[in-house]
T-cell receptor, first 117, second 116 residues
Framework: DTAVSQTPKYLVTQMGNDKSIKCEQN?????MYWYKQDSKKFLKIMFS???????INETVPNRFSPKSPDKAHLNLHINSLELGDSAVYFC????????????????FGPGTRLTVT | AQSVTQLDSQVPVFEEAPVELRCNYS??????LFWYVQYPNQGLQLLLK??????LVKGINGFEAEFNKSQTSFHLRKPSVHISDTAEYFC??????????????FGQGTILTVHP
């Protein structure tokens, strides 16, 4: 199936631990994103990579570090987890734009529900 | 910078009735507009988008939206809803070019509940 996939789907861990969430897209897209959806369902962009290059870096604690080994993968590593990091994290990708650059619509993965206890 | 306001947090409606989910935005630059749907415990799925051209755009599942530049609105409509339309709907905006290019800013979401 062509899609954006994330692993794991659920992640339960204790405060202070380090964890990673993996994202892969087989849609051939150039741009990938990480979003955080909080308990009130508010979605906010965290990072974006275009062809492995960081292009959007919102005000996110530096405990969060994205890594893009190739343009089909964008992983999210979180150090020293805190209670406030509990949320659903969504990966997304978008195809190239009509005139090059970044396209407009984004395709989302199923999400990873992170619970920090 | 952009911001999006979805005017209703919850919209209950009976099956086969029409529905409108309201979305207003603000931006200092021209924008692209989107509606996404999120079913329980799933990711977001694109319903429709406005990039340019006709201000009335049609999407999947019988939904349509109208871009009104003077009122900075992008309301979502469906003439007859089904039980299966029960979900949360998100309006989103992306600036054209500049540092906002490719970055989606979402509204707070509207929960649509369709009752039999």
């Amino acid at each position: 199936d062509t899609a954006v996939s994330q692993t794991p789907k659920y992640l339960v861990t204790q405060m202070g631990n380090d964890k990673s969430i993996k994202c892969e897209q087989n849609l051939g897209h150039d741009t990938m994103y990480w979003y955080k959806q909080d308990s009130k369902k508010f979605l906010k962009i965290m990072f974006s990579y275009n062809n492995k290059e960081l292009i959007i870096n919102e005000t996110v604690p530096n405990r969060f570090s994205p890594k893009s080994p190739d343009k089909a993968h964008l992983n999210l590593h979180i150090n020293s987890l805190e209670l406030g990091d509990s949320a659903v994290y969504f990966c997304a990708s978008s195809p190239p734009g009509l005139a090059g650059g970044i396209a407009y619509e984004q395709y989302f993965g199923p999400g990873t529900r992170l619970t920090v206890t | 910078a952009q911001s999006v306001t979805q005017l209703d947090s919850q919209v209950p409606v009976f099956e086969e009735a029409p529905v409108e989910l309201r979305c207003n935005y603000s931006s200092s630059v021209s924008v692209y507009l989107f509606w996404y749907v999120q079913y329980p415990n799933q990711g977001l799925q694109l319903l429709l988008k406005y990039l340019s051209g006709s201000t009335l755009v049609k999407g999947i599942n019988g939904f349509e939206a109208e871009f009104n530049k003077s009122q900075t609105s992008f309301h979502l409509r469906k003439p007859s809803v089904h039980i299966s339309d029960t979900a949360e709907y998100f309006c989103a905006v992306s600036g054209r070019g500049g540092t906002s290019y490719g970055k989606l800013t979402f509204g707070q979401g509207t929960i649509l509940t369709v009752h039999p």
